[in-house]
């Protein structure tokens, strides 16, 4: 089952924050985030494990909420180089389950 | 470190052509992914390989992909004949072999197909 992403898309000044939303259907065991310039291979993010962790990464960090089924990204203080789309990618399993990717979610910052 | 390498970058041909993708994984990397990517979508998994065995290719089209991975380094994936929904991007990824759930994958650029 395909993860859910909101928004589809984000339009931010430099300085602004933003969150990005990842959900899902079924039970979570990990969630991934990578981002993906224009024409450019999807760069790793960081990876939440069941347990209700939270990362940070600089100034971007996630949540992952395995009851809810749900992992939020923030973006605090977006910088220009923040902008591309998104991706989060979860799985149901701690050894078997295959990484499906949510749609994306187009991030724009502006000067 | 080199990262991911894939050839060629782009492709146009026309349908019922065969082609052909290579991949040259992140040294030491155990596993290799093969995505498809379509314009506006998230990656989709097509094959994964444990050295040179494939553990998933259920969502390989089998009537028309195959894909191989001599010696557990390179990959070829392959289509044969390809159709005018074969364009998109094909993304290659490697890992290093921790349970997919838990492991970074490395992106490489990927291969433009287009098919006219």
């Known amino acids: 089952q395909q993860p859910v992403q909101s928004p589809q898309a984000v339009i931010l000044r430099e300085g602004e924050d933003a969150v990005i939303n990842c959900s899902s259907s079924k039970a979570l065991y990990s969630v991934h985030w990578y981002r993906q310039k224009h024409g450019e291979a999807p760069v790793f993010l960081m990876i939440l494990l069941k347990g209700g962790e939270q990362k940070g990464h600089d100034k971007i960090s996630a949540s992952f909420n395995e009851k809810k089924q749900q992992s939020s990204l923030y973006l605090t203080a977006s910088q220009l180089s923040y902008s591309g789309t998104y991706f989060c990618?979860?799985?149901?399993?701690?050894?078997?389950?295959?990484?499906?990717f949510g749609q994306g979610t187009t991030l724009q910052v502006k000067p | 470190e080199a990262g991911v390498v894939q050839s060629p970058r782009y492709k146009i041909i026309e349908k019922k052509q065969p082609v052909a993708f290579w991949c040259n994984p992140i040294?030491?990397?155990?596993?290799l992914y093969w995505y498809r990517q379509n314009l506006g979508q998230g990656p989709e998994l097509l094959i994964r390989?444990?050295?040179?065995?494939?553990?998933?290719d259920s969502q390989l089209p089998k009537d028309r992909f195959s894909a191989e991975r001599l010696k557990g380094v390179d990959s070829t994936l392959k289509i044969q004949p390809a159709e005018l929904g074969d364009s998109a991007v094909y993304l290659c990824?490697?890992?290093?072999?921790?349970?997919?759930?838990?492991?970074?994958?490395?992106f490489g650029p990927g291969t433009r197909l287009t098919v006219t």
């Open positions: 990824a490697s890992s290093l072999g921790l349970a997919e759930a838990r492991g970074e994958q490395y």
């Open positions: 390989y444990e050295n040179e065995e494939a553990v998933d």
């Open positions: 990618g979860t799985s149901g399993s701690s050894n078997t389950g295959k990484l499906i």
């Open positions: 040294s030491g990397h155990n596993t």
